[in-house]
């Protein structure tokens, strides 16, 4: 997985953040959370990893029961409250099914820079994935004023359930129970807190908005909100860009598209210069002790002049993902291992041929060479320099 980084996402600068969230934190805008596999559960559930809602104080009918579930496709988000008129007109844009507000930021969580949102528990709780989704006890906890924390943020940045965690900008933070490990299917989202919990930390209100739209054009979709109903300083993206799954022919073998030999050979010495390294959650460079899996492929790509996203989910998206038994040296392999999110992007490692890989695995590991293994797994990733320069941001 990875913290999330000011020079990755596309972001609004320049809030001036209420109560006491610092004003150095800024809008969050994500593009499609997280790289590294953490915990193999075997047979847990969802509902395991929500910490005892016994302590909770709020009844069970505090929050509505599950309704019909949405998928979301596109984040708007805006430095101050969307007007109410603005979102209305983005409700009635014909093919919009759905529209849910939310308070959204980059706070610091328990040391981390990452992305929050404050939700209505009984109402966002549509727009997850399944196993998020029908966990009772998990928005609960978040109604009673827990926080819940992307799972690759709780089993690899070291979280525990029950504990309690900052919360805030870098000079002001509160603390906040751990209720859940959660992933929201949002990319560079790996905290959630109810609106409550947010206004009390100082967290724009009403400044973002999920749109569920599954028939129409997303990127028409983008451009119509740009052009026509957001305010200037608005910005949209889509939520969960599709992976391209070609058909053999269909996948180019030079002019650009793919990396040269010598780029392959450069990404696999950088990778190997940081075996021993520790994983670090968030981890980029050694000024953070070590690397996580995003963070070790970023860094070696990087030595070859290949600009990759940040994150997992993002970077399985700089090629054209491909059967193993088409993988190449300096391919990318692909995991989905988050049992939170079903079919989520979570852990990616480099193949260096011969069955074997560079990866980092997990908390308490190092960068290390590995047989590849194949639960959960998604693909092998065919780099293409342009397309991973142009989401890379």
């Known amino acids: 997985m ?24 800024a809008v969050l805008l994500a593009h499609g959370s997280s790289a590294s596999p953490g915990p193999q559960p ?4 969802a509902g395991r990893f929500v910490a005892a809602s016994g302590t909770s104080v709020l009844s069970p009918a505090a929050v509505a029961p599950l309704g019909k579930r ?30 849910e507000v939310v308070d959204a930021v980059q706070a610091m969580v328990a040391g981390k820079r990452v992305g929050l949102l404050g939700v209505d528990p009984s109402t966002f709780r549509n727009y997850t994935p399944k196993p998020t989704a029908q966990s009772d006890a998990l928005w609960r906890n978040i109604a009673a004023g827990d926080v819940a924390v992307s799972f690759t943020m709780g089993s690899d940045g070291g979280l525990q359930l029950g504990s309690r965690v900052p919360i805030g900008g870098k000079d002001r933070q509160s603390e906040v129970r751990v209720g859940a490990y959660a992933t929201m299917g949002i990319a560079d989202v790996d905290a959630v807190v109810s609106r409550d919990t947010a206004r009390a930390l100082g967290v724009p209100s009403g400044n973002a908005l999920l749109i569920s739209a599954p028939k129409v054009d997303r990127a028409e979709l983008i451009r119509h909100l740009r052009a026509k109903v957001l305010p200037k300083q608005a910005k949209a993206v889509e939520v969960d860009p599709e992976i391209d799954y070609p058909s053999a022919e269909r996948l180019p073998a030079a002019n650009g598209q793919v990396m040269t030999a010598r780029q392959v050979r450069t990404v696999i010495e950088a990778a190997r210069t940081r075996l021993g390294w520790p994983y670090v959650w968030g981890g980029e460079s050694e000024a953070e002790g070590g ?3 995003s963070g070790l492929m970023q860094y070696a790509f ?12 993002d970077q399985a998206r700089a090629g054209w993902v ?18 939170t999110a079903p079919g989520y992007i979570s852990h990616i490692a480099l193949y260096i041929g011969d069955g074997k890989m560079i990866a980092a695995p997990r908390r308490g590991t190092v960068v290390q060479v590995q047989d590849v293994y194949f639960r959960n ?17």
């Open 42 to 45: 075997q047979t847990q559930i």
């Open 377 to 393: 797994f998604k693909g092998a990733v065919r780099v293409n320099p342009r397309r991973a320069s142009s989401i890379a941001y």
């Open 2 to 25: 990875r913290e999330p980084s000011r020079r990755m996402l596309p972001m609004i600068i320049g809030v001036t953040a209420a109560t006491t969230l610092a004003a150095d934190v």
């Open 291 to 293: 690397y996580d899996c």
């Open 70 to 99: 949405l998928t979301p496709h596109v984040l708007v988000a805006a430095p101050g409250t969307l007007p109410a008129g603005t979102v209305e007109k983005i409700r009635k844009i014909k093919g919009v099914k759905g529209v």
């Open 302 to 313: 990087a030595r070859a002049g290949v600009r990759l996203p940040r994150v997992a989910a």
């Open 322 to 339: 491909i059967p193993f038994e088409k993988a190449q040296p300096g391919d990318m392999l692909i995991w989905a291992n988050d049992p």
